[in-house]
C-alpha cells in the first residue's frame, strides 16, 4: 500500500557510519505501521529536490519511524546527508516496491529454513531488517557482511545482535576473514554448513558473482536490484531489466529477484545510463567525495 505520509519526515537521529555513508531515523508513522522486509522509500529533500529511492533500513511502528542509510555518491544524496535532527524533508512516499517473498511463509516453514545473507558495502542497511525479522520468526540466519577494509564496515553489531552468526570480510584483511563475501561462503560450505537460500544485497558485481557463486554451490539466491531505480513507481523506464528473459521494472517488480534468471550484464550497463548528466551536475555545483 503506497502511503503519502501528512507528517513532517523530522529527522530524529543522524550517525556517520562511514565518511560518506550517513543513517539516519526519520518520523513517519503511517509508513512505519505498514512497512515491510525488501521494501524502499522515495525521499525528496526539499521542493525541487530529485526524488531518491532509499531502501528501509528499519522501522520501528510504535515509535512510528522508519531509518535510512544514505550513501554520498552525488549531488541529491550529499543533499541529504547535509540535513541535520530537527530539520525536515519535503516529502517522504512508500513503502514501495514488493516485500521480501519470505515473509509470505508461515512461521512453521520459516523455522525449517537455514538462510544465509551477503551484504556488501551500503547494501548492508537492508539487509538488517530481513535478517531481523527472519530470526523473529525461527529461521537460522547467519549474515556474512564483506567491505575493502575495517573502517567501511557498517551495522556489525546492529547485525549481531539478529542473527545466529555473523561472518565479517576485509579485502585487506583489516578484520575478519580476508577475503570476498563469496569466497567466505565457499568456506561456510566447504566446513558442512547447509544454507536454504542466500540472499545477495550489494554492488551490482558483488550480487553477479554471488550468484555465480550460488549456482555453482546449489544455493536458490535472490538479489535486490534497488541501485537500478531512479523514479521508484514503474514511469520512468531506468531500472528495466531482463529476468529469465522477460522485462522486468526493479521497482515496481522487485526490487528482490530470483539472481540466477537476472541479465547482470545488462543490468550493470543500465546502471551507467546517467554518468554523464551525474558528471555535469557535479561540475555545476562544485561537488566531490
Given at each position: 500500500m503506497l502511503i503519502f505520509d501528512l507528517d513532517?519526515?523530522?529527522?530524529?537521529?543522524?550517525?556517520?557510519?562511514?565518511?560518506?555513508?550517513?543513517?539516519?531515523?526519520?518520523?513517519?508513522?503511517?509508513?512505519?505501521?505498514?512497512?515491510?522486509?525488501?521494501?524502499?522509500?522515495?525521499?525528496?529533500?526539499?521542493?525541487?529536490?530529485?526524488?531518491?529511492?532509499?531502501?528501509?533500513?528499519?522501522?520501528d511502528p510504535e515509535k512510528g519511524t522508519v531509518t535510512i542509510v544514505t550513501q554520498k555518491i552525488g549531488v541529491s544524496s550529499a543533499e541529504i546527508i547535509a540535513r541535520e535532527p530537527g530539520e525536515a524533508f519535503a516529502d517522504v512516499v512508500g513503502p514501495l516496491g514488493k516485500a521480501s517473498e519470505l515473509c509470505e511463509l508461515p512461521d512453521e516453514e520459516l523455522r525449517k529454513l537455514s538462510i544465509v545473507f551477503i551484504a556488501g558495502g551500503v547494501g548492508t542497511a537492508p539487509v538488517y531488517p530481513q535478517a531481523k525479522w527472519l530470526k523473529e520468526h525461527g529461521a537460522h540466519v547467519e549474515v556474512i557482511i564483506g567491505a575493502r577494509n575495517e573502517g567501511l564496515l557498517i551495522y556489525t553489531k546492529e547485525m549481531a545482535q539478529v542473527c545466529?552468526?555473523?561472518?565479517?570480510?576485509?579485502?585487506?584483511?583489516?578484520?575478519?576473514?580476508?577475503?570476498?563475501?563469496?569466497?567466505?561462503?565457499?568456506?561456510?560450505?566447504?566446513?558442512?554448513?547447509?544454507?536454504?537460500?542466500?540472499?545477495?544485497?550489494?554492488?551490482?558485481?558483488?550480487?553477479?558473482?554471488?550468484?555465480?557463486?550460488?549456482?555453482?554451490?546449489?544455493?536458490?539466491?535472490?538479489?535486490?536490484l534497488n541501485t537500478l531505480m531512479v523514479d521508484g513507481t514503474g514511469?520512468?523506464?531506468?531500472?528495466?531489466?531482463?529476468?529469465?528473459?522477460?522485462?522486468?521494472f526493479a521497482c515496481v517488480d522487485g526490487p528482490e529477484f530470483d539472481g540466477a534468471l537476472v541479465d547482470f550484464d545488462e543490468a550493470m550497463r543500465r546502471q551507467g545510463q546517467y554518468k554523464a548528466e551525474e558528471t555535469q551536475d557535479k561540475e555545476k555545483y562544485g561537488f566531490s567525495l
Open positions: 513532517l519526515f523530522t529527522i530524529l537521529e543522524k550517525d556517520m557510519l562511514t565518511p560518506t555513508i550517513c543513517r539516519m531515523v526519520v518520523s513517519a508513522p503511517r509508513i512505519a505501521s505498514s512497512a515491510k522486509p525488501g521494501q524502499f522509500l522515495i525521499v525528496r529533500n526539499d521542493e525541487k529536490g530529485e526524488r531518491v529511492p532509499l531502501t528501509i533500513s528499519d522501522y545466529d552468526e555473523l561472518h565479517l570480510c576485509t579485502d585487506d584483511g583489516s578484520l575478519g576473514f580476508k577475503g570476498v563475501g563469496t569466497a567466505m561462503l565457499e568456506k561456510l560450505v566447504a566446513e558442512g554448513k547447509r544454507f536454504d537460500r542466500c540472499i545477495a544485497i550489494g554492488p551490482m558485481i558483488m550480487m553477479k558473482f554471488s550468484t555465480l557463486t550460488c549456482i555453482k554451490l546449489g544455493i536458490p539466491v535472490v538479489v535486490s514511469m520512468c523506464g531506468a531500472c528495466r531489466v531482463s529476468v529469465g528473459g522477460k522485462t522486468k
